[in-house]
């Protein structure tokens, strides 16, 4: 749904970060004719399970905004993660699931990690450290 009160606060959010709702359904609530408020939603630009009956509410108190779903901000694949005072100082993993470090000047896979986008909302992060071993 679409996040009212950003502009009275001024949390803007950028074009290509809007969220869509892609699964709604209003349907016999005859009680909307009455509201005086405006029903705003952001609804994909294809696709989506949209069941709205117009009719529940006032003449253009339903607005539905078509946009595209999000975009990465920042693309899936392996990185570093450095500390912005010394770039040289690098965040690590040894392996286990909670032991974080900072190590300095190194480019081994303690420090390497994947990023991936998951659309909508956030990303999976994983310590590229651990080794997999496959039997052929």
């Known amino acids: 749904m679409y996040y009212e009160n950003r502009n009275k606060t001024g949390e803007g959010i950028d074009a290509n970060q809007e969220f869509t709702s892609t699964s709604i359904t209003i349907t016999g609530n005859t009680g909307l004719q009455n509201w005086a408020k405006i029903c705003q939603l952001n609804v994909p630009n294809s ?12 003449n253009g108190k339903i607005i539905r905004n078509s946009i595209n ?15 912005p005072g010394n770039i040289n100082r690098k965040l690590a993993s040894n392996g286990n699931n909670f032991s974080l470090a900072t190590k300095e000047n190194t480019n081994d896979n303690s420090v390497k990690w994947q990023i991936t986008w998951v659309p909508p909302y956030y ?9 997999i071993f496959r039997n052929s």
């Open 47 to 58: 696709g989506g399970s949209i069941n709205i009956q117009d009719s529940q509410f006032t």
């Open 69 to 83: 779903e999000p975009v990465a901000l920042r693309n899936s694949g392996i990185y570093q993660m450095v500390n």
């Open 123 to 131: 990303y999976h992060i994983k310590s590229s450290y651990k080794k």
